[in-house]
């Protein structure tokens, strides 16, 4: 053998040693030092989460009583590890269930498939869990049907009935609540895929309102049961346990009593607005303690029942609760509805011009309009009040003072040129007053009305120029209206300016001017209360079973000083003549509480789905006693026509409840709150509450 072949070979060698070397070191390190790892992993392909939830935290008001709460429920189950073992795969089983509880076979069915077993457009209120966890069919059972179950097992294989904590809203008071109290559902996709929550497949979490809000503090810890299965999904062992531990219960601000009454004040004005034939498609109430923020009652309406989540959502319902035709009962409209203030925004131009120097004792021309560049500003209903002063300006709800006054302030602002360093006296008001962002309540999906300064301005109309420029081509054919058509042809040529027009609609309300009920709330208990915004708050504390504090929630100050002593005494003396002998003066008569508010009513130049144009918004906004301000009422029925004929009536039956009203007079036996708004946390005790009735 040549010295060339043996090299050759020593090199062959050693790269086979080399390999086999490689070889072994990799397959220590995976057996061994690896090892523990990878069995762990092993594991984890093979095991099944069994989850056993917890308890639910209560949602309470703030003397006790339930709002929401867990209380013992049957539910009758099926188990898919058993029934797809059937020649049928339970087919038979699900009919039979189906018919005892009450169901369609078709709802049955879908609800015991797993979500991608059904095609997306058929796969509302599939299980989102394992086959190993029972599928509830029904967690409102009553004894009968659950002894069915559990006497014929060989009519029910694979079926199961026992007693589980079910959500439950008792309506001690005869209140709903369902936007501010929310809801709960089984977690989806995106709630897994959010790796700081720690959530299981199969639990039980908070989809909206308080519930979604506090959902750290009521959830709990689900106890967790793990199994070994093998490749054919048989269960081989249990491997870990873990026992449920009960979530924390809230204490809020609300009122059972009062949350009922301003329920029913609200749905009393839409259907008022309806006999008197208008469309009245929805609405919302607020009332708000002015001194600290505290939510007392909030309503939103055309509202739905809390249990149909428990119970189990059908197509039809889920489609109802977000459908126009409906009124979109889902919509939380004190927080999401967005609308035209209108007259009640003439609170916030007083002290803009307050502020710009204004004398509010002089006297003001009230005609019937106003001549704005080439355009006419009327009042409404084209009626001139003469010569008046502010106080009675603000009590008629006279428009043609503030065009003028507006106008003016735009004029020695520049105009379409304005100068550096402007005043901009309006918008500075508004803005002082938090429009334009969020009030900050502690419940989700808060919307925020736009201010519609020189910035939105110029934001929204580049956003949107070649819309405006093409507007024939581009919008629905319902929106091709002369005057859509001519606000088009403006802004495609000039958006970005604040124009004239821009400026005087934005002193009344109007224009592109909208804001929530809740951000109308805010305002008015800061012009009760001297000039101090509070965040609006509905929670009030944490608590545990034990009545140990977890957490306590402070009234919070977001601004002081939003307005003057000048402007605030002004302010109650003007809002308290809207009651006495101006606009709401015919809703407030021989009312035995002094009440200050401003009544609005806004046009919207919006169409309806069957392309009807859109009737006028009806506001009103208050707070009381006038002497010595408590409570901030604010009330809107959207297309309900005339503040002072809906709105304000709805307040009044509003503050009837909170101080007891009955026969003219006010009846300390039935106020609300006699001795003021609790400060003192109440017991928590669910079970044993007794709604007790002033």
């Keep these: 053998m040549s010295l060339r072949s043996r090299l050759n070979l020593v090199i062959v060698q050693a790269l086979i040693i080399s390999l086999m070397l490689a070889l072994t070191g990799r397959l220590f390190y995976l057996q061994v030092a690896a090892g523990f790892r990878y069995q762990d992993a092993a594991l984890s392909i093979q095991s099944r989460d069994v989850v056993n939830p917890a308890i639910r935290g209560a949602i309470v008001d703030s003397s006790g009583i339930p709002l929401v709460m867990d209380r013992p429920g049957m539910v009758i189950s099926a188990d898919r590890s058993v029934l797809d073992k059937l020649p049928d795969k339970g087919v038979v089983v699900i009919a039979r269930v189906a018919k005892l509880v009450g169901?369609?076979?078709?709802?049955v069915y879908r609800t015991t498939r797993l979500c991608g077993e059904l095609p997306a457009e058929q796969n509302a209120g599939c299980w989102k869990g394992t086959r190993f966890q029972p599928i509830p069919i029904t967690r409102t059972a009553t004894k009968e049907e659950a002894l069915k179950v559990l006497e014929n097992s060989e009519l029910f294989p694979?079926?199961?009935?026992?007693?589980?904590?079910?959500?439950?809203?008792?309506?001690?008071?005869?209140e709903n609540g369902v936007h501010v109290l929310g809801y709960v559902s089984s977690v989806n996709e995106s709630d897994l895929a959010d790796t700081s929550k720690n959530y299981y497949r199969e639990e039980t979490i908070g989809k909206d309102g308080l519930e979604l809000q506090y959902d750290q503090y009521l959830r709990g810890k689900a106890g967790i049961k793990t199994v070994i299965v093998d490749r054919k999904e048989s269960v081989t062992k249990q491997a870990v346990s873990t026992q449920p531990i009960s979530g924390f219960n809230l204490v809020t601000n609300l009122d059972a009593r009062l949350q009922a009454a301003t329920e029913k004040a609200l749905q009393s004005s839409v259907l008022r607005a309806k006999s008197l034939g208008g469309r009245a498609d929805g609405g919302a109430a607020i009332v708000m303690e002015v001194n600290s923020g505290k939510i007392l009652a909030l309503a939103s309406y055309p509202t739905y029942d809390p249990n149909i989540w428990q119970v189990g959502l059908t197509q039809k319902q889920a489609t109802n609760l977000f459908s126009e035709s409906s009124g979109v009962p889902a919509l939380n409209r004190p927080?999401?509805?967005m609308y035209a203030p209108a007259s009640t925004f003439k609170s916030i131009s007083a002290v803009a011009a307050i502020n710009a120097g204004y004398n509010m004792n002089s006297s003001y021309k009230c005609p019937a309009k106003v001549l704005i560049g080439n355009r006419e500003f009327a009042n409404f209903e084209t009626k001139s009040q003469g010569t008046?002063?502010?106080?009675?300006?603000?009590?008629?709800?006279?428009?043609?003072?503030?065009?003028?006054?507006?106008?003016?302030?735009?004029?020695?602002?520049?105009?379409?040129?304005?100068k550096s360093g402007l005043n901009d006296y309006f918008f500075t008001a508004a803005r002082g007053f938090g429009l334009g962002k969020t009030t900050g309540i502690d419940l989700p999906s808060e919307a925020s009305g736009p201010l519609p300064d020189r910035a939105w301005k110029e934001a929204v109309y580049k956003e949107n120029k070649d819309f405006y420029c093409n507007f024939k081509t581009r919008a629905k054919k319902s929106d091709l209206t002369p005057f859509l058509i001519e606000v088009a042809r403006e802004n495609c040529l000039d958006g970005n300016?604040?124009?004239?027009?821009?400026?005087?609609?934005?002193?009344?309300?109007?224009?592109?001017?909208l804001m929530t009920p809740i951000q109308m709330a805010q305002v008015y208990a800061a012009i009760a209360n001297g000039g101090t915004m509070y965040k609006p708050q509905v929670a009030r504390a944490i608590i545990k079973s034990n009545g140990q504090v977890v957490k306590e929630f402070q009234p919070e100050v977001i601004a002081?000083?939003?307005?003057?002593?000048?402007?605030t005494k002004f302010l109650h003396e003007a809002l308290r003549a809207v009651t006495t002998e101006g606009t709401a003066a015919g809703a407030f008569s021989g009312f035995p509480v002094a009440i200050s508010g401003k009544t609005g009513t806004a046009e919207d130049k919006g169409r309806n789905k069957d392309g009807s144009a859109k009737a006028d918004t009806a506001w009103f906004a208050s707070f009381a006693p006038a002497d010595n301000p408590k409570y901030a009422v604010v009330m809107v029925v959207s297309q309900g026509g005339f503040g002072s004929s809906i709105s304000a009536v709805g307040a009044r039956d509003i503050y009837a409840a909170l101080y007891g009203v009955s026969?003219?007079?006010v009846d300390p036996a039935k106020e609300i709150f006699p001795n003021g708004v609790p400060t003192k946390?109440?017991?928590?005790d669910p079970k044993n509450a007794k709604l007790v009735k002033p």
């Design 560 to 567: 002081t000083q939003t307005l003057s002593k000048k402007a």
């Design 335 to 337: 927080l999401q509805g």
């Design 158 to 174: 694979g079926i199961s009935a026992q007693s589980v904590p079910v959500r439950s809203y008792p309506s001690m008071a005869g």
């Design 497 to 513: 300016i604040l124009r004239a027009g821009d400026a005087v609609n934005f002193s009344i309300g109007q224009g592109d001017t």
């Design 388 to 418: 008046i002063n502010m106080k009675r300006a603000i009590a008629v709800s006279c428009d043609t003072i503030w065009y003028q006054i507006a106008y003016d302030e735009w004029v020695r602002d520049g105009g379409l040129f304005p």
């Design 663 to 665: 026969g003219g007079k």
């Design 103 to 107: 169901k369609t076979a078709a709802n």
């Design 681 to 684: 946390l109440p017991k928590v």
